[in-house]
């Protein structure tokens, strides 16, 4: 048994999977919410190398998507290696396809999109019109769900 790590999920890709929003758009270090203390604007992430820190001192930090990942679902090692995909078992890879979000993640991203969407529906239904930005968010929710649908056939 063995962790490989050429098979961990693109970063960039694993941390919006996570339902993480980058703030900027260039450079490799993005700023996002801090998953581990709910502070707005705190966390960078390394698009490339996966490395997260929290800028506002609750200590979160890791080197990689690996290290995020056992650190945001409480896991060890082996468990969240094979979870990434990255663990390799008498010289195969595991046979569990990788997912760049947790089914429990997945669940929790449904219900704030479901929640979104019935709240905007009661809202059009009493004569309340959806600005530009209304119907942008509730684009992207429908984006993110369809994105969970891939994910998980």
Known sequence: MAFDRNRLPDPAAYYEGQGLKFHERKGKWRTTACTFHGGSDSMRINTVSG???CMAGCGARGGDVLAYHMAAYGQGFAAAAK??????????????????????????ILHAEA?????????????????DADRARLMTA????????????
């Open 83 to 108: 979870e990434l995909g990255a663990w390799v078992e008498g010289g195969k890879p595991t046979t569990q396809r990788p997912t760049p979000i947790s089914a429990r993640a997945a669940l929790e």
């Open 142 to 153: 429908a984006g993110r769900i369809t994105r969970i649908l891939e994910v998980f056939p």
């Open 51 to 53: 490395a997260f820190v």
């Open 115 to 131: 929640m979104l969407a019935a709240i905007a529906a009661g809202n059009v239904a009493h004569g309340v019109a959806l600005t």
